[in-house]
């Protein structure tokens, strides 16, 4: 038997079950874009730049070997600035900040370039205000703190953050268009297994491919319109010959 399926009939099972596919895209994305509108609450992301520089020489001159050193901190340094004894005073500092350190520290990713001695602190949260206060006050105690933990003074805060107005997630448009498709995925998948599921045999190719036959004759589709004006025609000349 014959299981291979041509271009045709492919194009075929996707036009008998065009709205199917339709109407899933489209419900797919209104709902992703009502969750993401009216459901998911916005995130907001503030952020601040920390200066890691190199200790100057009395000749005021910095080598090659005081940069690196630098480089080198910073990785120490982030490691710091999530640390309780920093996040603590944050927490005290700041109004509305979590209660649990745990969930500060959720809030907060500290990030640096490779070979480079600027730190990024970022802040995450659905309060813009409370994020752009964590996210300075984290520049500030570790700054001012970093000279008594490490007795160095290398640091500066570069930038401070102001409050975001503009939400970092959901992206509404990504979330439509990823779940249009998601729909659109399913549309066709759905169409290729009610054809698979479907038995009946609907045409003389299908006797032929399934049965192996040859088809010796075949009754035509007649339409109900013409069939019903020729059961009253018929109707109408028994009644003329008949009385």
Do not use: C, H
């Not at 999530?82 to 603590?88: D, G, H, M, N, T």
């Not at 990713?109 to 409370?130: F, K, P, R």
């Not at 599921?197 to 075949?218: C, F, K, W, Y």
């Amino acid at each position: 038997m014959n299981e291979t399926i041509s271009l045709q009939e492919l194009f075929s099972i996707l036009r008998k079950s065009l709205w199917r596919i339709l109407a899933l895209t489209i419900v797919a994305a209104l709902i992703s874009f009502a969750v993401s509108t009216f459901l998911i609450k916005p995130t907001y992301q503030a952020g601040t730049q920390i200066l890691v520089t190199p200790k100057k020489q009395e000749n005021d001159v910095i080598d090659a070997a005081q940069v690196q050193s630098s480089v080198t901190l910073v990785n120490t340094y982030r490691v710091i600035i999530k640390s309780p004894a920093i996040l603590e005073k944050v927490q005290a500092e700041v109004e509305n900040a979590p209660d649990s350190i745990s969930a500060l520290n959720n809030m907060i990713t500290v990030e640096s370039e490779q070979n480079s001695q600027v730190i990024n602190v970022s802040v995450q949260n659905t309060d813009a205000a409370l994020a752009s206060n964590v996210a300075n006050s984290v520049a500030k105690v570790f700054s001012e703190d970093i000279t008594e933990l490490m007795n160095v003074d290398n640091v500066k805060v570069l930038s401070v953050s102001g409050i975001p107005t503009a939400p970092v997630s959901p992206n509404i448009l990504l979330n439509t268009a990823i779940a249009a498709v998601v729909g659109f995925l399913l549309g066709v998948g759905l169409a290729f297994l009610r054809e698979v599921l479907d038995r009946r045999i609907r045409t003389e190719e299908q006797v032929q491919q399934i049965l192996d036959l040859p088809v010796l004759g075949s009754i035509p589709d007649i339409d109900s319109k013409v069939f019903n004006a020729s059961k009253k025609a018929s109707k109408r000349e028994a009644v003329k010959q008949y009385g």
